[in-house]
């Protein structure tokens, strides 16, 4: 005889149950993940949600979606504009790296986050290793995703399935590689208005960046920034 939902659910908690619905939704879901561990991240702040995060979430995903296929077509190239204060460092640097590790169960990951001030990319690595450590993330993905003791600093950290994150200033493009080279606002405000500030972040960009890709053709580089001038790097991608 089939068994009722009450004798299915016996043994098992209150907690135990809200911890497998997390892990369902969020396996699912980019914006999911964002939507539940937000209280993680950004404690006092309310979570706005708005269309453009929707959008953002659907073009990652998508770059997550094919790296799980052994195909010869990759979709692995993104670039987004939007203005500040639309969550974009936070989404792309702190959340998506997090869910591939855990939700989606890619530990193996490996990212290389740079920005025009290492201050910049350092501030997002400590936000994603708070979430990863905190102990809402631990225990739904606490299995997959363990940080290890000898590799575990704000600059760069490492799990046991050997995926790091490493933040670096966008003139230092050079040692590790990584599977995702995440470029958030390579050109401060005033750099932007620098013919040879500007060059050199762009030759930056055109001559190093894709050296520092685990595979030329699977690994993808995504670059989020606000427009500066007509020739920043948006512009010449």
């Not at 094919?66 to 460092?89: C, F, T, W």
């Not at 993330?137 to 000898?150: F, I, M, N, P």
């Not at 933040?167 to 005033?190: F, L, N, Q």
């Given at each position: 005889?089939?068994k009722s939902?009450?004798e299915l659910?016996?043994?098992y908690?209150v907690?135990?149950?809200q911890?497998?619905?997390d892990?369902?939704d969020?396996?699912?879901?980019?914006?999911n993940?964002?939507?539940l561990?937000w209280?993680v991240?950004?404690?006092?702040?309310?979570?706005?949600?708005?269309w453009?995060?929707?959008?953002?979430?659907?073009?990652?995903?998508?770059?997550t979606?094919?790296a799980?296929?052994?195909?010869?077509?990759?979709?692995?190239?993104l670039l987004?504009?939007?203005p500040?204060?639309?969550?974009k460092s936070l989404?792309?640097?702190?959340f998506?790296?997090a869910?591939e590790?855990?939700?989606?169960?890619?530990p193996?990951?490996?990212?290389i986050c740079?920005?025009?001030s290492?201050?910049?990319?350092?501030?997002?690595s400590?936000?994603?290793?708070r979430?990863i450590?905190?102990?809402?993330?631990?225990?739904?993905w606490?299995?997959?995703v363990?940080?290890?003791g000898?590799q575990?600093?704000?600059?760069?950290?490492?799990?046991?399935?050997?995926?790091f994150?490493q933040?670096?200033?966008?003139?230092?493009m050079?040692?590790?590689r990584?599977d995702?080279?995440?470029i958030?606002d390579?050109h401060?405000v005033?750099?932007?208005?620098?013919?040879?500030?500007?060059?050199?972040?762009?030759?930056?960009?055109?001559?190093?960046?894709?050296?520092?890709l685990?595979?030329?053709?699977k690994?993808?580089?995504?670059?989020?920034m606000q427009r500066?001038h007509e020739?920043?790097?948006?512009?010449?991608?």
């Amino acid at each position: 005889m089939a068994k009722s939902v009450d004798e299915l659910l016996a043994g098992y908690s209150v907690d135990d149950l809200q911890v497998a619905l997390d892990r369902a939704d969020c396996a699912d879901s980019l914006v999911n993940f964002i939507k539940l561990s937000w209280h993680v991240v950004e404690p006092g702040q309310a979570y706005v949600h708005n269309w453009h995060i929707d959008m953002i979430c659907a073009h990652l995903e998508a770059i997550t979606d094919e790296a799980m296929i052994d195909d010869d077509q990759y979709y692995n190239r993104l670039l987004i504009n939007v203005p500040p204060g639309m969550m974009k460092s936070l989404l792309v640097n702190v959340f998506w790296p997090a869910w591939e590790w855990g939700p989606r169960n890619m530990p193996h990951m490996r990212y290389i986050c740079a920005s025009h001030s290492l201050n910049n990319a350092v501030r997002d690595s400590t936000k994603m290793r708070r979430l990863i450590q905190s102990d809402w993330y631990q225990k739904r993905w606490g299995d997959t995703v363990v940080l290890t003791g000898d590799q575990n600093q704000k600059t760069k950290f490492e799990n046991s399935a050997t995926g790091f994150r490493q933040a670096i200033a966008m003139e230092g493009m050079t040692g590790a590689r990584g599977d995702r080279v995440i470029i958030d606002d390579p050109h401060s405000v005033d750099s932007a208005k620098s013919e040879a500030e500007r060059t050199s972040t762009i030759e930056t960009f055109e001559n190093a960046v894709p050296t520092r890709l685990n595979n030329p053709d699977k690994s993808a580089i995504v670059v989020i920034m606000q427009r500066l001038h007509e020739e920043d790097v948006s512009g010449v991608i």
